[in-house]
């Protein structure tokens, strides 16, 4: 298949989907804040995993807002920052499903912070069942705990929802031995298993997240979400990106 092409028309191999996608992705060339025209893009490549008949869960960082990291820096406690962090990730959720219902898409933001004029409280029998009713459903606000990362929250919620596969959708294309950026020397990986992730400290996803992921056997896709068509391709199940879990390489 042609760079760039996509797989519609494919029957898709994994029928309920996790995708974890960062807040810096929503903020396009700028690097903070929503870019309208990259949010936009970002729902038709979901409107092709959607038609494709993929349930579809999408968690969302907030990075491109604020990270709760950062709180020290200015002198605040870090409980707060993360608090702020999860507010964060709702504004990126609504924009997300305004453009989603914008194109015909019907979505539901749930929120593990209570925010009922906005977003449903996070109960994860509904959450099933508007999937199971085509609906994409957008988990906000992390885990509603401090000290816990949008990563640990996408672990989670794909293993309580029953999701068949996590794709952490980046800016690189796979997992590398080093950081690509910075090292030209360092290699990408076509598979590895979670134990490797872990003892070899590599930035898949923070160590909470790796270890539930191996714990409930969670497969992990990373891949680069800037290819168009790159989403649409792991749920098909082409090969792409960098698997995570299964038998060593």
């Not at 950081?179 to 992730?197: C, F, G, I, M, N």
């Amino acid at each position: 298949m042609a760079e760039g092409a996509t797989s519609i028309g494919s029957s898709p191999k994994y029928k309920r989907v996790l995708l974890k996608i960062s807040g810096e992705s929503l903020a396009g060339g700028g690097g903070s804040g929503i870019d309208p025209p990259t949010v936009s893009a970002l729902a038709e490549e979901l409107r092709e995993v959607h038609e494709l008949g993929s349930e579809l869960a999408i968690v969302v960082g907030g990075g491109n807002i604020f990270r709760g990291l950062k709180a020290a820096d200015i002198g605040m406690a870090r409980a707060t920052g993360d608090y702020m962090g999860m507010l964060a990730t709702v504004l990126n959720s609504l924009a997300l499903q305004e453009s989603l219902e914008g194109i015909g898409i019907p979505t539901r933001v749930q929120s593990a912070l209570e925010i009922r004029e906005v977003a449903e409280p996070y109960i994860r029998r509904r959450a099933t069942r508007h999937l199971e009713k085509g609906r994409v459903v957008i988990f906000a606000a992390g885990t509603g705990n401090p000290f816990f990362t949008t990563d640990t929250a996408a672990s989670l919620r794909a293993i309580e929802i029953g999701a068949e596969i996590i794709i952490k959708a980046t800016r690189v294309d796979g997992v590398y031995s080093a950081d690509p950026e910075k090292d030209p020397s360092a290699t990408r990986y076509a598979s590895l298993t979670h134990s490797q992730v872990l003892n070899r400290g590599l930035a898949v996803m923070d160590s909470t997240a790796i270890s539930l992921c191996m714990d409930n056997k969670m497969p992990i896709i990373v891949l680069d979400m800037t290819c168009r068509g790159n989403i649409v391709r792991a749920v098909v199940g082409e090969t792409i990106g960098t698997m995570v879990g299964g038998e060593a390489p």
